[in-house]
Every structure is written in C-alpha cells, then in structure tokens.
C-alpha cells in the first residue's frame, strides 16, 4: 500500500482518516490521551488493530498543512502498521537481549513504514525521520528504541537482513546466538530503492 494524499482541505482529510478503515479491519484514531500535552508527534499501536495518534499529529496536519508533514505523518502510520503484522515477541525486560529484540523491531517497522508510505523510496523516508528527530532536544539510544541518528543508518543500509540485523545484535550487545538466529530467521528482507 502506498498512501496518496486524496484531499486538499486538511479537516477534511483529518476526518477520512479518523474512519480510515485499514487492512484487515485497522483503524487509526487521534486521542490527546496519548502522550498528554507533548509537542512531539506520536503514535502507538494496540491490540492488534488500533492506531493510536497523539494530538501533536492532528495539530500540526491541520495548522502546517505541508508535505513533508504528510509524508513524516504516513511514515508514522506505515511504521505502526508494521508493528502491527506482527514482531518477534519476546519475554524479557531490562536485558541485551530484549534490547535487540526491540531495537530490531523498530528498525523492522521503520522499513515497514517506508514500504507503506513511500513504495520503499529511502529518500523520503529518511526525510520522514529526519522530521520526526528534529522534536527531540536529546537523541540517545533507549531500551526500546536506537537513536534518531542509529535509525536514519540503519536506513542507509537500504536492506533489513540478517547482516542488518546481526549489527544491530552488535551494536546492543547481545551476544545470544541461538537468539539471534531466531530472530533473523522470523523476518523477511526488505529491500528500499533510492
């Protein structure tokens, strides 16, 4: 799937996605629940079948009604709805190991999202995160996430594969091989264009 923007009025496009019915029964709501008053866009999935996008998002399509905001926006989408079809699940916390597992992930949903949103063009989608990075006053590595910075490289690889992810285990520290070869057994290549 890649997103087109179809409307010109942006309350108007706001209010076909919050109906945006999805693959597979998805849907894509706005709550300012998410994240409170952040001025950072956000967005979550749940359950299965929920995007979650926080109030940042709604304003800034709505005020800056621009393309590079669109494109960061259908990047976020395409992003969660990789989450979505499904991650290596894991069930440790606070280890190397469930750091992997999570920044893989991540990176997984970031080529996802640049597959969705763009048809794979790594331009834009570097272009998307890039946007999105620019928020955060500090760009460190988390638990859950890699940095900005380790995700726009991980994009320049321009391949999620068992070489990417075998630098990621590198880079987390994990050293767990039968692990590590679950994990990239689980995922499928993907290959983005320039």
């Known amino acids: 799937m890649y997103f087109k923007r179809e409307y010109h009025d942006p309350k108007e496009t706001i209010r076909r996605i919050l109906c945006l019915d999805l693959a597979k029964n998805r849907r894509v709501i706005f709550s300012w629940l998410l994240d409170g008053p952040s001025n950072h866009p956000n967005a979550m999935s749940i359950a299965g079948r929920l995007i979650v996008v926080n109030a940042e998002w709604a ?7 621009d393309n590079q905001v669109w494109e960061a926006f259908w990047m976020t989408i395409g992003h969660e709805l990789t989450h979505l079809s ?3 699940v894991f069930w ?3 280890t190397k190991d469930k750091r992997f597992v999570n920044w893989v ?3 997984h949903a970031d080529y996802g999202g640049a597959v969705y949103a763009f048809d794979g063009n790594i331009e834009k989608a ?3 995160l890039k946007y999105k990075a620019r928020d955060y006053r500090q760009d460190k590595d988390h638990q859950g996430h890699p940095s900005w910075q380790r995700r726009e490289e991980y994009l320049t690889e321009k391949r ?4 990417l992810i075998l630098k990621i285990a590198n ?5 767990n091989q039968t692990l590590i070869n679950s994990v990239c057994k689980f995922y499928k290549t993907i290959v983005l264009e320039t």
């Open 59 to 65: 304003a800034r399509l709505t005020l800056f009604d």
């Open 171 to 175: 880079d987390t520290g994990c050293v």
């Open 105 to 107: 992930s991540e990176v």
């Open 160 to 163: 999620f594969d068992r070489e």
């Open 92 to 94: 440790e916390i606070f």
């Open 86 to 88: 499904g991650e290596y």
């Open 126 to 128: 570097i272009n998307a």
